[in-house]
């Protein structure tokens, strides 16, 4: 089955720092992808929905400028958290599905567990 | 009031019980409904997708009624490996997927 690629699956930084995670779809094309967080014990939220070739569409509540998207590519999203803080630290995944058709399964990245210290 | 709500147990069952699962959701323009699992500290996985006539996979059978907007997950002859959080996930057919907040199943022996 389709296979979405997440990296890293965990990381550690001091706060203050930036942290850039990538999402990739092995084998398929998205031109949509998706980044959602869980705290503990909660669902997931879903923060951004990312757009390849164009900016993305964040969530009410989440800051773009804090959390910055790139999608250069119909395989890859990038999440930068910028400035991180320890409330920042959660664990983050990226969803995709193939292009067609739209509404086919959600394929999930492995997420990434970021601690800030 | 939450877009897709349950409860979020949790349940403990014995192994070999039978287990049912409840979700509402409350945007009436959904259009795709699924049932997701997701183990600690894992991605979702995708369980099964709901359809209103029903369907069954197993030892799992999902449920759709769009005119309650309610959704349900049974699980016959339950297996302590079904012990997980059981994600109600609801779809407007632009891919974006909102989420329940879970519900916790623990099955013992």
């Known amino acids: 089955g389709a296979v979405v690629s997440q990296h890293p699956s965990w990381v550690i930084c001091k706060s203050g720092t930036s942290v850039k995670i990538e999402c990739r779809s092995l084998?398929?094309?998205?031109?949509?992808m998706f980044w959602y967080r869980q705290f503990p014990k909660q669902s997931l939220m879903l923060m951004a929905t990312?757009?390849?070739?164009?900016?993305?569409?964040?969530e009410q509540g989440v800051e773009k400028d804090k959390f910055l998207i790139n999608h250069a590519s119909l395989t890859l999203s990038t999440l930068t958290v910028t400035s991180a803080h320890p409330e920042d630290s959660s664990f983050y995944i990226c969803?995709?599905?193939?292009?067609?058709?739209?509404?086919?399964?959600?394929?999930f990245g492995q997420g990434t567990r970021l601690t800030v210290v | 009031r939450k877009e897709v709500e349950q409860d979020p147990g949790p349940f403990n069952v014995p192994e070999g019980a039978t287990v049912a699962f409840n979700c509402t959701y409350s945007?009436?323009?959904?259009?795709?409904f699924f049932w997701y699992r997701q183990d600690c500290r894992k991605e979702p996985k995708l369980l099964m997708s709901?359809?209103?006539s029903g369907n069954e996979d197993g030892r799992f059978t999902a449920q759709l009624n769009r005119a309650s907007q309610y959704i349900s997950l049974l699980i016959r002859d339950s297996k302590l490996s079904d012990s997980a959080t059981y994600l109600c996930?609801?779809?407007?057919?632009?891919?974006?997927?909102?989420f329940g907040q879970g519900t916790t199943l623990q099955v013992k022996p």
């Open positions: 945007n009436s323009a959904s259009q795709s």
């Open positions: 969803s995709a599905s193939p292009l067609v058709p739209v509404w086919s399964q959600a394929f």
């Open positions: 996930v609801v779809s407007a057919n632009t891919g974006k997927l909102i």
């Open positions: 709901v359809y209103s």
């Open positions: 084998d398929f094309q998205a031109t949509t």
């Open positions: 990312s757009n390849e070739g164009s900016k993305a569409t964040y």
